[in-house]
């Protein structure tokens, strides 16, 4: 089955900055990558999401990219702001009906 | 609609009970999942419908373990004789049917703790 590491587990950055999350899959099938920012005891939420038909993608401050020749996929935040600061998680689809099987998680701590 | 809705939102047992927990998906979202998330990591995933089908469950779904979704709507998962290990974010999801793969959208979750 799938597979997904993601890098790296803990990230700073100050207000402002740029921050970059990197993710790697295993099964070359997944054709979907949604990404999801949980707060503390908060539900995961999706924030942006990517195709595999689509190399990248962009909205406002968040883009993804996807190399499926390598199978990575990255996030990037741009001008970063405190409220910035959760758990990002990458995830990966299996085709058969959507399983979404996540990666362990990128703790972002925007400093001010 | 307020998206996916969860009951419990906590849950404290002492081990050897058993605890049901509920999900109310999105109304027009036919498919239902549950994940199971401890802390410091990423939801794993346990079982899947599409209406009233149960069509996957992970290896992580001992036999303690049963989920139901009897009408194809709201959701039930049931732990019997819970454990300690069992002490975990459990969470529920749903997603729509259609041409590709669809987002999708997660409840606030039922905290278990077993004493």
């Known amino acids: 089955g799938e597979n997904v590491e993601q890098h790296p587990s803990t990230l700073s950055v100050q207000e402002g900055d740029s921050a970059v999350i990197k993710c790697t899959y295993s099964?070359?099938?997944?054709?979907?990558f949604p990404w999801y920012k949980q707060e503390l005891g908060k539900r995961p939420q999706l924030i942006i999401d990517?195709?595999?038909?689509?190399g990248e993608k962009k909205d406002q401050r968040i883009a993804v990219t996807l190399n499926k020749t390598a199978k990575h996929f990255s996030l990037h935040i741009t001008e970063t702001q405190p409220e910035d600061s959760a758990v990002y998680f990458c995830?990966?689809?299996?085709?058969?009906?959507?399983?979404?099987?996540f990666g362990p998680g990128t703790s972002l701590s925007v400093i001010p | 609609d307020t998206g996916v809705s969860q009951n419990p939102r906590h849950k404290i047992t002492k081990r050897g009970q058993n605890v049901t927990f509920r999900c109310d998906p999105i109304?027009?979202?036919?498919?239902l999942y549950w994940y199971r998330q401890t802390l410091g990591q990423g939801p794993e995933f346990l079982t899947y419908?599409?209406?009233?089908?149960?069509?996957?469950k992970s290896r992580l779904l001992s036999d303690r373990f049963s989920a139901e979704r009897p009408k194809g709507s709201f959701s039930t998962l049931e732990i019997q004789r819970t454990e300690q290990g069992d002490s975990a974010m459990y969470l529920c999801?749903?997603?729509?049917?259609?041409?590709?793969?669809?987002?999708?959208?997660f409840g606030d979750g039922t905290r278990l703790s077993i004493l």
């Open positions: 999801a749903s997603s729509a049917t259609g041409a590709g793969n669809q987002p999708q959208h």
């Open positions: 099964d070359s099938a997944s054709n979907y």
């Open positions: 990517i195709r595999s038909n689509v």
């Open positions: 995830a990966a689809t299996e085709t058969s009906y959507d399983k979404v099987i």
């Open positions: 109304s027009e979202h036919n498919r």
């Open positions: 419908f599409q209406n009233e089908a149960q069509l996957e």
